[in-house]
């Protein structure tokens, strides 16, 4: 008898109080701190003109995303830890995969395009506002979003439109592609094909754009004369790539596999290095860290 389930059970934190506490105070920690970076961010790229060229509004977008990533999984996983409340409805979960997908992927997208915008600006500076004027610049946004929404209304559809019966217990602390799967009754193994495609195609190309653009950046930072401009250029440009290599390496992990691979310890830990974590990091490394952006915070801070 397959009966439709209402409701799914998170279990993916521990139930020792002590623990519980440690990690609801550590996680609402990171969390604040993840909002108070990248809203600041935000305000400082919407107001201040001098932001206002392509790099800064890509990285407004970051951190657009940066805000929602967290918030789609954390207020819930603090609820768990908190008030131990495990339970979330069917459509919660649908919700919250679907939201998690969509922000995940279009950030993937996102960070190829400004790869390619930092390739553009180091190694064609002189064509640099012609390429990447603001009408491209809004074309390839906006393409980011929409192709993010798709990829996530595929995946999402193919997931929810499987039988789910007897057990309801996700072994996650959030809805997730590869723990809710592996709950269905239905056979999978075509939808999983699907989806490995879809995401193998998609974030591998991201991912080739990404790596690409980068290479030549490489180069042409090799080719300057002067010592002092290439440390400050492998300066930001390293640790933009580590942050991407990061994030690129704990999506890939956790989509582009069967889900009889899925190990729950295991996907906790790279779950929580694009959830929560790379959100953190990213206001840090592509913004807080540029004169530009530290004046500009300045002068809006001054302005509050």
């Known amino acids: 008898n397959l009966s439709a389930l209402s409701e799914f059970v ?7 109080p002590q623990v519980r506490l440690l990690l609801f105070v550590l996680v609402l920690t990171i969390y604040l701190a993840t909002m108070a970076g990248n809203i600041t961010m935000l305000v400082a790229v919407s107001t201040d003109t001098h932001l206002h060229s392509p790099m800064y509004f890509f990285l407004g977008n970051l951190s657009l995303l940066d805000i929602l ?23 919660g979960c649908l919700f919250q995969l ?3 997908i969509d922000v995940v992927g279009t950030e993937i997208f996102l960070l190829a395009v400004m790869a390619y915008d930092r390739y553009v600006a180091i190694c064609h500076p002189l064509k640099y506002l012609n390429i990447m004027n603001m009408r491209l610049c809004a074309h390839l946004a906006i393409g980011t979003w ?16 499987l039988v789910f019966c007897d057990s309801n217990q996700v072994d996650q602390y959030y809805c997730d592609i590869p723990p809710v799967l592996g709950l269905s009754c239905s056979p999978t193994w075509s939808r999983e094909l699907v989806l490995l495609a879809v995401a193998g195609v998609l974030g591998s190309g991201a991912f080739v754009v990404t790596l690409v653009s980068y290479l030549y950046i490489l180069l042409a930072i090799l080719s300057m004369n002067s010592s002092e401009s290439r440390h400050k250029a492998f300066s930001t440009c390293g640790s ?9 390496g704990a999506t890939i992990c956790t989509y582009v596999r069967p ?3 899925y190990s729950p310890r295991q996907d906790r830990i790279v779950s929580m290095l694009y959830g929560i974590l790379t959100p953190l990091l990213n206001p840090i490394i592509y ?13 809006v801070i001054s302005q509050v």
């Open 98 to 100: 679907f939201s998690l």
């Open 69 to 91: 990533c967290p918030t789609i999984i954390v207020p819930k996983m603090l609820g768990s830890l908190l008030l131990e409340s495990k339970v979330i409805s069917y459509i």
């Open 146 to 161: 929409v192709v993010g929404f798709f990829n996530s209304l595929l995946h999402t559809s193919l997931i929810f439109t």
């Open 10 to 16: 998170l279990i993916g934190l521990s139930d020792a």
């Open 287 to 299: 913004s807080l860290r540029n004169k530009e952006v530290k004046c500009a915070l300045r002068r």
């Open 240 to 248: 933009h790539l580590t942050t991407v290599c990061l994030f690129y």
């Open 259 to 261: 889900s009889s691979t």
